[in-house]
């Protein structure tokens, strides 16, 4: 069974800083791209980074560019994100997900990635 679980998450004053963990089992994890995705209350679930496994390229959307760091350890079967200069809008419940479609990050499309976590929530107070 393929398993991601989501850590890291809490409460964090705006300008602070969150690592947030995405521990995989189940599946041969340096075989995919993996994504971290966020649904804030009342919105679309967007993806918003994502390392590459064919190259170790990655991608950020423009809102997180230059703030989210992603990196993985195969070796662990983990993908992290690092956050900082935190925003209250960067509130949301963040999920990682494996891409089954393609090893190659650029533009997240949300179908492509399946075996969601559950989520870890991060609240960022003004």
């Known amino acids: 069974e393929v398993q991601f679980v989501e850590s890291g998450g809490g409460l964090v004053q705006a300008g602070g800083s969150l690592r947030l963990s995405c521990a995989a089992s189940?599946?041969?994890?340096?075989?995919?791209?993996i994504g971290w995705f966020r649904q804030a209350a009342g919105k679309e679930r967007e993806g918003i980074s994502c390392h590459s496994s064919s190259d170790g390229s990655t991608y950020y959307v423009d809102s997180v560019k230059g703030r989210f760091t992603i990196s993985r350890d195969n070796a662990k079967n983990t993908v992290y994100l690092q956050m900082d200069s935190l925003k209250p809008e960067d509130t949301a419940v963040y999920f990682c997900?494996?891409?089954?479609?393609?090893?190659?990050?650029?533009?997240?499309?949300?179908?492509?990635?399946?075996?969601w976590g559950q989520g870890t929530p991060v609240t960022v107070s003004s």
């Open positions: 189940g599946l041969t994890f340096g075989d995919y791209a």
């Open positions: 997900a494996a891409n089954t479609m393609r090893r190659r990050c650029d533009v997240m499309r949300k179908y492509e990635y399946d075996y």
